[in-house]
């Protein structure tokens, strides 16, 4: 059991886990999807079932992703009391003045960053071979997304777009 909270590590955490019990089961999954509890498909689960059944497909990764450089703080910057995103003023306050503060005496943690920078939505469907790489390649970069803001969107993108996979959706 994880106290996995919106826009913290632990969400990564969380997600890591559960592809780590993917991989470490032997079993050979075609694809792994992730996709929250709370998001109802607009589809039926026979119409996706045989959606990814299909040849068509085969060996492609569903993950959107996008390089607005709008969203390039989320990594640029530290971020304080990510746990605590949603909890009062006073983490308000130190997260932005935290913020602030890096602003002014030029912190970029970019520089170091050897992954392209992208973003995109949480939920993905990905072959096992995606699965495998986000395991085995998340612990080099795994400084880079603590204490990150909702790097749950970035992680994935980032990793699997500098590989050699086939990412099916980009914009």
């Known amino acids: ?16 886990e559960l592809f780590r019990a993917v991989v470490e089961s032997g079993e050979v999954y075609a ?15 026979d119409y996706i079932l045989n959606y990814f059944d299909k040849k068509s497909i085969e060996g492609k990764e569903f993950v959107a992703f996008w390089q607005d ?13 990510t746990k605590h995103m ?16 890096q602003r002014i005496v030029g912190i970029n943690r970019l520089k170091k960053l050897s992954l392209p920078f992208r973003y995109g939505y949480n939920w993905v469907s990905l072959i096992l071979q995606a699965v495998i790489s986000l395991v085995n390649e998340y612990p080099k970069y795994a400084y880079n997304f603590k204490y990150t803001i909702c790097a749950d969107e970035l992680y994935k993108h980032m990793i699997l777009s500098w590989g050699a996979n086939k ?3 980009k914009r």
């Open 1 to 16: 059991m994880h106290d996995a909270r919106w826009g913290d590590i632990s969400q990564i955490e969380t997600e890591l």
């Open 86 to 101: 949603r909890h009062g003023l006073i983490y308000k306050i130190i997260r932005h003045g935290a913020l602030c503060f």
């Open 167 to 169: 990412v099916l959706f």
């Open 31 to 45: 694809y792994v999807h992730l996709i929250s509890g709370q998001d109802m498909p607009t589809k039926s689960p």
């Open 69 to 81: 450089e709008k969203q390039v703080d989320r990594l640029k910057y530290y971020w304080l009391c």
